[in-house]
C-alpha cells in the first residue's frame, strides 16, 4: 500500500522561509495533498498540486513535486507565528478509495 | 452550511466500558471516513463508509472496533472493551465520491477518547 513518509519537527525564525518535505512509495497518485491542523482542531486543506506539474504558487505557498523521485515539499515564505501547526503530507492510494496521510511536520516558530 | 459535524469532542471511558463516537457529514456527502491520531503520531487510515456499506475498513483493528454508516442518521465508530491504548483523537471526514484523481476530504474538529 501507499507510503508516506515526512520529518516530524521543523523549527524556524520568524519570517524566514519554511520547507517541508515529504516522500511517498505510490506512483499513480494525480492529486497530491497538503492539509494543516492547528491545535485542537480537525485538519484542514491548505493547498494540492495535480500530479503533471512541477510546482504550484499560491501568494506564500510554493509546492514542488519531483515525480521521478516521488518527493513533495511546501514551502512557506516570510514564515509567521500563526503558520505554527501540523502540516501534513497526503495521497490517495492506488485504488482512490482513501487518502493515507503522513506522520505529520509540527512547525514552531522562533522569535 | 454545516461542516463535519462529530460528538462528543471528548470522551472518558474506563477500561473495559463502551464508546460510540458519532460523525454526520457534511451536507450533500456520502462518503464518510474515520481516522485515529495518537499522541504525537500521524492520522492513521482506519474505514471508509458509504451509506449502510463498508467499502474499506482495512485500517480497523480486527477486534473491538465497529463502524457503520446507516440510512438515516451519523456514522458512528463503536469501541468495546477500551483499552488504554485506545486513548487518542478520531476523526471524521467527509467527501463527495472520491474519483480516480482523488478529492478534498473536510474534516471535523475530531472525538477525543481518553480511557482511564
Known amino acids: 500500500g501507499e507510503d508516506v513518509e515526512q520529518s516530524l519537527f521543523l523549527s524556524v525564525r520568524e519570517g524566514d522561509s519554511s520547507v517541508i518535505n515529504c516522500t511517498y512509495t505510490d506512483s499513480s497518485s494525480t492529486y497530491l495533498y497538503w492539509y494543516k491542523q492547528e491545535p485542537g482542531a480537525g485538519l484542514q486543506l491548505l493547498t494540492y498540486i495535480f500530479s503533471n506539474m512541477d510546482m504550484k504558487q499560491d501568494q506564500r505557498l510554493t509546492v514542488l513535486l519531483n515525480k521521478k523521485d516521488k518527493h513533495l515539499s511546501l514551502r512557506i515564505a516570510d514564515t509567521q507565528t500563526g503558520d505554527s501547526a501540523i502540516y501534513f503530507c497526503a495521497v490517495p492510494d492506488s485504488s482512490a478509495s482513501k487518502i493515507i496521510f503522513g506522520s505529520g511536520t509540527r512547525l514552531s516558530i522562533r522569535p | 452550511n454545516a461542516g463535519v459535524m462529530q460528538n462528543p469532542r471528548h470522551l472518558v471511558r474506563r477500561r473495559g466500558q463502551e464508546a460510540r463516537l458519532r460523525c454526520s457529514p457534511m451536507k450533500g456527502h456520502s462518503h464518510v471516513y474515520w481516522y485515529r491520531q495518537l499522541p504525537e503520531e500521524g492520522l492513521k487510515f482506519m474505514v471508509y463508509?458509504?451509506?449502510?456499506?463498508?467499502?474499506?475498513e482495512s485500517g480497523m483493528p480486527k477486534e473491538r472496533f465497529s463502524a457503520e454508516f446507516p440510512k438515516e442518521g451519523p456514522s458512528i465508530l463503536r469501541i468495546q472493551q477500551v483499552v488504554r491504548g485506545d486513548s487518542a483523537a478520531y476523526f471524521c471526514?467527509?467527501?463527495?465520491?472520491?474519483?480516480?484523481?482523488?478529492?478534498?476530504?473536510?474534516f471535523g474538529e475530531g472525538s477525543r477518547l481518553t480511557v482511564l
Open positions: 471526514a467527509s467527501s463527495p465520491p472520491l474519483s480516480g484523481s482523488g478529492g478534498e476530504l473536510f
Open positions: 463508509l458509504q451509506k449502510e456499506n463498508i467499502i474499506d
